[in-house]
């Protein structure tokens, strides 16, 4: 009988496992505790300091520890050295290319941001050559820095919104985008950082992470994050973990049909909950006989769209009034499928969502408590992130920081001269 | 910045999480790697021996492990005892109370199957309270024969179609069984065991756990269960872990929409899942002129309606093949919004989806390829379970075993002359 993993965590069994627990142990325990000794690392983990020293040698070796000299002259006894983790020389790079941008995310182990830019730039108008081509000036000027700064960086994640094969970097289909079968991994390593490890991953999973480790939300351990944009994707936070299923192509809500008597998806079937709530869509019935983003459905300026739309809210306009209604109405209805699914206790909405909450999340939370089930929906709660564009480059390097704590043998062993290598 | 789970387990911090985990860590790689000495286990897990001592007479003295004498007199040195998982003395029991039966399965530590069986019982044609005397009396006589057998039992998990509260065990609401507010767990441990831990959780995500443990797709991490009844429930498996939610209420299948302008659901609302692909849905198809199961939508002898309904397919009767091709088409229609939001890779049927899996399957796995995301739903395959009634008794009792793997604390110290605490 297989062991189940009902609520608790996985235990490791084999040495190789062990061995890469225990550091990971060693370090998140100094990361959540604070500077001590190795006595106190031994007692409080249950090793034995001869493991803990051997462990310690490996992680100052990797760069992620350090040792101070005693503190504390006036105990009893020997002080030993204060072990501290050392979040300043290691550092995590995370991207997103977009429709209308790419963006760069940076921190250090420790959390400290040391890059957070985004660039404009039109996806929609240029080929996924020519948009690779982009990507890598934006990561290696990104590095470049990294570099001047002194920080050996641990690994770049790219976000991009589509599905993608994670095992090999490669976007499979990004509609928004263009794309299909783009191997963004390979040509970034290729182009740009041959040693550093390269992830590609859906730009919503990435946001809702971001969300879960530091939005207005951080801590919940069960949400889902909406992108509101021409697109409308999720990302699922599920008892703590991101939800992936078994291809890393879960929360795909922008073409959950909602409508079987609605209009028809670019996607070519009918009724796509993105053609209700979708940024298009909107546009769509405020300016019903502007042709701007119609035929195509796409949406090329949003924020001057949006723009436009919160003036003639403003305003009293009736279409515009009678719009978000329709939208907020659409968005409370299609979140019902996913709280009956995902019993979230919060969803986050970002992008374009966010930017007009005040119009359409009270009517969501309306539809959505129309729509309940018994003790369920009365607990689930709209709320708007604040993290903005950045969310999912800011999600991706947290990626990179979240593999280091977890597997600290994902880093290098640092040149000698940064590092003393005592014991492996 | 909190930690992020991605993909990796979670690493535990303080002193009292280490020792559960420690001993879990034991027990689990005894149960894994067989019978070994306690050097063995030290240098496998990295502790020391020491503290293998201490949590091996923990283990001991709460019936998880035995010692046996030295078995390789030839060997160089003094041979170590050999530790061997102890499954024969500790046991676990699942129940589960559903429409038409109640059902008992009762396995030891060591997956030996000591009871399945089935009553027939009319939970519709009774009250909450007389339910619960016959649970409790289906409960009392497990137990006298679990205490026959020597077994300490560690715990009972009654599965119950509902949405249930999982920290004081009481059932909100169970529709088909008529239940509301009823406080399962507090009358099973008050009238039946009042040492034994009782906890209630869904039948459909107690089901989908057997079939992770042990179903026809048993091993796949991201599957989903449906449970084909008169209500339609859903358990997730999502990255080998049972989808919860905020409150345990995730998996809610039965209530989505699909059909905006369909049939009024008996929950009140329009176009539910459960409107197009419940049995009494298929009932009504079948024999729209027959008063049973009209008007209230309610089923009271599925059985002996399936019968008559396969009897009626084999005899080539057109409103049935119609009906069974209805039923298939959105079953794989509801399902694909399941594959967009779950990327599962299999999707498991049970209840009377699995008795007509041959007339369902085919049209449902063709809707659902029809309906399909590039290189998604395409890698995700209906299947029919083969564990019958007994998968949501079956996934209660692996529960029950699941969490003294998990955290061996849960079972009591046992009486000294059943063992003898060396060291705690």
Redesign the interface.
């Known amino acids: 009988?297989?062991?189940?993993?009902?609520?608790?965590?996985?235990?490791?069994?084999?040495?190789a496992t062990?061995?890469r627990?225990?550091l990971?142990?060693v370090l998140?325990?100094l990361?959540?505790?604070g500077p001590q000794s190795r006595s106190a690392v031994a007692?409080?983990?249950?090793?034995?300091k001869?493991?803990v020293t051997s462990l310690v040698g490996e992680l100052r070796a990797r760069g992620l520890i350090r040792e101070n000299g005693p503190q504390h002259a006036g105990s009893v006894g020997r002080p030993g050295l204060a072990l501290t983790l050392d979040g300043t020389r290691v550092g995590a790079l995370g991207l997103e290319i977009n429709v209308d941008y790419i963006a760069a995310f940076a921190t250090d182990l420790g959390?400290r941001v040391l890059i957070d830019r985004r660039v404009g730039f039109d996806a929609m108008g240029c080929d996924p050559e020519r948009s690779l081509d982009e990507l890598a000036t934006v990561a290696r000027e990104a590095l470049a820095e990294l570099g001047l700064l002194g920080i050996h960086v641990a690994g770049i994640t790219v976000a991009v919104p589509g599905?993608i094969?994670g095992a090999n970097g490669v976007v499979?289909?990004a509609p928004n985008l263009g794309w299909y079968g783009v191997p963004v991994a390979e040509r970034l390593s290729w182009d740009v950082a041959p040693t550093i490890p390269v992830t590609v991953v859906n730009d919503a999973n990435l946001a809702a992470?971001a969300e879960?480790?530091?939005g207005v939300a951080?801590?919940t351990?069960?949400l889902v994050y909406l992108t509101g944009e021409v697109g409308v994707g999720?990302g699922?936070i599920?008892?703590?973990?991101?939800?992936?299923?078994?291809?890393?192509?879960?929360?795909?809500?922008g073409?959950?049909?909602?409508?079987?008597?609605?209009d028809k998806c670019g996607?070519g079937?009918t009724?796509c909950w993105e053609t209700k709530v979708g940024l298009a869509a909107l546009v769509r019935m405020v300016t019903p006989d502007h042709a701007y983003g119609v035929p195509d459905g796409i949406v090329r300026d949003p924020e001057e769209r949006l723009a436009e739309i919160e003036r003639r809210q403003a305003d009293g306009d009736p279409q515009v009034a009678a719009a978000l209604a329709e939208v907020g109405r659409w968005l409370g209805?299609g979140s019902?499928?996913?709280v009956?699914?995902?019993?979230?206790?919060v969803i986050v909405v970002g992008g374009y969502f966010a930017r007009l909450a005040e119009h359409l999340l009270p009517r969501a939370q309306a539809e959505l408590t129309r729509?309940g089930?018994?003790?369920?929906v009365a607990?689930?709660t709209f709320v708007a992130s604040d993290l903005g564009f950045g969310a999912a480059s800011r999600g991706a390097a947290?990626?990179v920081?979240?593999?280091v704590?977890?597997?600290p043998t994902a880093i290098e062993i640092l040149p000698p001269e940064m590092s003393t290598l005592s014991g492996s």
């Open positions: 009988m297989r062991p189940v993993h009902y609520g608790l965590a996985d235990i490791p069994a084999d040495q062990v061995r627990s225990n990971s142990l998140r325990h990361r959540e505790h007692a409080a983990t249950g090793l034995n001869t493991t959390g599905l094969d499979h289909v992470l879960y480790t530091s951080a801590g351990t069960d999720g699922i599920a008892g703590g973990r991101l939800l992936g299923g078994a291809d890393g192509f879960a929360g795909e809500v073409h959950v049909m909602v409508d079987s008597a609605g996607c079937r009724g209805l019902a499928t996913l009956r699914l995902f019993n979230p206790r729509l089930v018994t003790g369920t607990h689930c947290g990626v920081v979240d593999r704590l977890a597997d």
